[in-house]
C-alpha cells in the first residue's frame, strides 16, 4: 500500500507543478483599461507580418517581414482617433530559403534597392468592442493604395523586463500584387496575398 501511495504521489507531482505554473497570471492581459493615452513605439523586436501565396497551384507559400518601426498614437478613450503610422524595410522581407530572398529584393517583385520602404500610415478607424477596422494608405513598390486591416486586441500590461508599458494586436488582410505594380509572375505566383500581422507597441 505505501508503495502504491508512493507512486500516485510521484505521478500527481508534475500534474500539480503544470497546475501552478497555469495559476500564474501573465503580464499582458486583454484588458484595453490598462492602455494609458499617448504615442507608443512600435516594438520591432516583436512584430512581424507574414504573408502567403499560392505557388503554382501546388502549395501555399508564406514569408515574413520583419525590422518595423513607426509609431501608434491612441487613446483607449477616444479609439476611433487612433492614428498608426509603421514602415517596413523591403529588404526586411524572407522565406526559408536564401536564394529566393535575394531574389525578392530585385526587380521581379520589390525592388528593394529603388523603393526601400513599404509603409502604412492610417486614415480611419472604425471600432466594435476590441476589434476594429483600420482603414489606411499602403505605400509598397512605389505605389500607394488603400488597404483595410481587420484588427483584434491581444492584450496590454507592464514588461517585467523593460518595466515600460507594452501592448499588442493582431491583424489580417488581403492585397493584390497587381495593385502596385508586382505583378510579374501571375497567375504562377498568385496575385493575391494574404497577409498576417502580430504588432507589438512599447512606451517611449
Known amino acids: 500500500m505505501r508503495v502504491l501511495i508512493a507512486v500516485a504521489l510521484l505521478a500527481a507531482t508534475p500534474l500539480a507543478a503544470y497546475a501552478a505554473q497555469q495559476a500564474v497570471q501573465l503580464p499582458g492581459q486583454p484588458d484595453t483599461a490598462r492602455i494609458a493615452a499617448g504615442t507608443y513605439a512600435v516594438d520591432g523586436g516583436h512584430t512581424q507580418v507574414s504573408y502567403t501565396v499560392d505557388h503554382f497551384g501546388f ?3 508564406t514569408g515574413q517581414a520583419g525590422g518595423a518601426t513607426g509609431t501608434l498614437a ?10 498608426l503610422d509603421v ?3 523591403a529588404s526586411g522581407i ?10 525578392l529584393g530585385t526587380a521581379d517583385f520589390f525592388d528593394a534597392a529603388k523603393y526601400p520602404d513599404i509603409r502604412f500610415i492610417s486614415t480611419s478607424v472604425a471600432v466594435q468592442g476590441t476589434s476594429a477596422r483600420i482603414t489606411g494608405n499602403l505605400t509598397l513598390h512605389g505605389v500607394t493604395r488603400p488597404v483595410v486591416l481587420d484588427t483584434k486586441f491581444v492584450g496590454a500590461g507592464d514588461n517585467p523586463m523593460t518595466k515600460k508599458l507594452n501592448f499588442g494586436f493582431s491583424a489580417t488582410a488581403k492585397i493584390k500584387r497587381s495593385d502596385f505594380g508586382m505583378d510579374k509572375y501571375v497567375p504562377f505566383v498568385s496575385d493575391e496575398v494574404a497577409l498576417e500581422i502580430n504588432a507589438a507597441f512599447t512606451a517611449q
Open 94 to 103: 524572407v522565406t526559408t530559403v536564401k536564394a529566393l530572398d535575394e531574389h
Open 74 to 83: 491612441i487613446d483607449p478613450k477616444k479609439p476611433a482617433d487612433a492614428k
Open 59 to 61: 502549395s501555399k507559400f
Open 87 to 89: 514602415t517596413i524595410p
